[in-house]
């Protein structure tokens, strides 16, 4: 059974950092591409970070130069380092499998960027 967990969010001023990771089991992490997606209020979860098990590395525009993507696969875990945020971040994270598969979503975590 896959199980993928996120954590990390919170409440953090504009121009603030975070630093969100996601635990996965029950797949073979390794030999996935994964993704960071988010879902803001009234709009459709987009991808907004994304890391093949080769390296390479894609960003929506929206965060390109704020955004990091990575990968620790010893530890099954990707992260994101969000920096310099901004109120239109504000969303529920999540990370999955790109493309995303519907039955591994988790409960994402929450980001809230406000002053």
């Known amino acids: 059974q896959v199980q993928l967990v996120e954590f990390g969010g919170g409440l953090v001023q504009p121009g603030g950092s975070l630093r969100l990771s996601c635990a996965a089991s029950?797949?073979?992490?390794?030999?996935?591409?994964m993704g960071w997606y988010r879902r803001a209020p009234g709009k459709q979860r987009e991808l907004v970070a994304s890391?093949?098990?080769?390296?390479?590395?894609n960003y929506a525009d929206s965060v390109k130069g704020r955004f990091t993507i990575s990968r620790d696969n010893a530890k099954n875990t990707v992260y994101l380092q969000m920096n310099s945020l901004k109120p239109e971040d504000t969303a529920v994270y999540y990370c999955?499998?790109?493309?995303?598969?519907?039955?591994?979503w988790g409960q994402g975590t929450q980001v809230t960027v406000s002053s």
């Open positions: 999955n499998i790109v493309p995303y598969q519907s039955r591994y």
């Open positions: 029950g797949i073979i992490f390794s030999i996935n591409h």
């Open positions: 890391r093949s098990n080769f390296g390479s590395t």
